[in-house]
T-cell receptor
Framework: GESVGLHLPTLSVQEGDNSIINCAYS??????FIWYKQESGKGPQFIID?????DKRQGQRVTVLLNKTVKHLSLQIAATQPGDSAVYFC????????FGQGTTLQVKP | DAGVIQSPRHEVTEMGQEVTLRCKPI?????LFWYRQTMMRGLELLIY????????DSGMPEDRFSAKMPNASFSTLKIQPSEPRDSAVYFC?????????????FGPGTRLTVL
């Protein structure tokens, strides 16, 4: 069945370091993937997306990598800042949005 | 644009009472989604509308849950009667035009507590 899962529930990094959050998906027919950031008490907020015809997309301090061969998605955050502390969800959209369980990113000052 | 607007932000009610959650999507968005978030189950899609018409309600847990979208700028999610296990954060989201190629924008959520 469809499932999107995250490898690590919590990631702790030092301020200024790079962060990598990983995600596995199972529906090979999914053609669109999204990363969301959710801060405490708020709704998920769009960070970056990528379509299945791409393997990399860059935004401001963030990069998403897509490996369709192994059905793996990652989010890289450069120079992690305290404001990046949140729960990060990957989601696949193949007709409806299916979210992974989320990874908590903790940034240590 | 103010983004997706949800009300109330917090709701505390007693078991058996009717609860109505409200959502105003982003103007011009054709799709509206209702999600539920719990620690145990994460984010779950309950139902979504396209042009005010319910398209997929397979995520609605049971008949106690109902959703309506009387016009393009308003939707409700109703629980009657409410039960303690309905306690969760309920999110409304909207997106434009294409379901598969456009991201969804989420509201701030309604935190529901059923005692």
């Amino acid at each position: 069945g469809e499932s999107v899962g995250l490898h690590l529930p919590t990631l702790s990094v030092q301020e200024g370091d790079n962060s990598i959050i990983n995600c596995a998906y199972s529906n090979s027919a999914s053609d669109y993937f999204i990363w969301y950031k959710q801060e405490s008490g708020k709704g998920p907020q769009f960070i970056i997306d990528i379509r299945s015809n791409m393997d990399k997309r860059q935004g401001q301090r963030v990069t998403v990598l897509l490996n369709k061969t192994v059905k793996h998605l990652s989010l890289q955050i450069a120079a992690t800042q305290p404001g990046d502390s949140a729960v990060y969800f990957c989601a696949e959209n193949s007709g409806k949005l299916i979210f992974g369980q989320g990874t908590t990113l903790q940034v240590k000052p | 644009d103010a983004g997706v607007i949800q009300s109330p932000r917090h709701e505390v009610t007693e078991m058996g009472q009717e609860v109505t959650l409200r959502c105003k999507p982003i103007s011009g968005h054709d799709y509206l989604f209702w999600y539920r978030q719990t620690m145990m189950r994460g984010l779950e899609l309950l139902i979504y509308f396209n042009n005010n018409v319910p398209i997929d309600d397979s995520g609605m847990p049971e008949d106690r849950f109902s959703a309506k979208m009387p016009n393009a700028s308003f939707s409700t999610l109703k629980i009657q009667p409410s039960e303690p296990r309905d306690s969760a954060v309920y999110f409304c989201a909207s997106s434009s035009v294409s379901l598969s190629t456009d991201t969804q924008y989420f509201g701030p959520g309604t935190r529901l507590t059923v005692l």
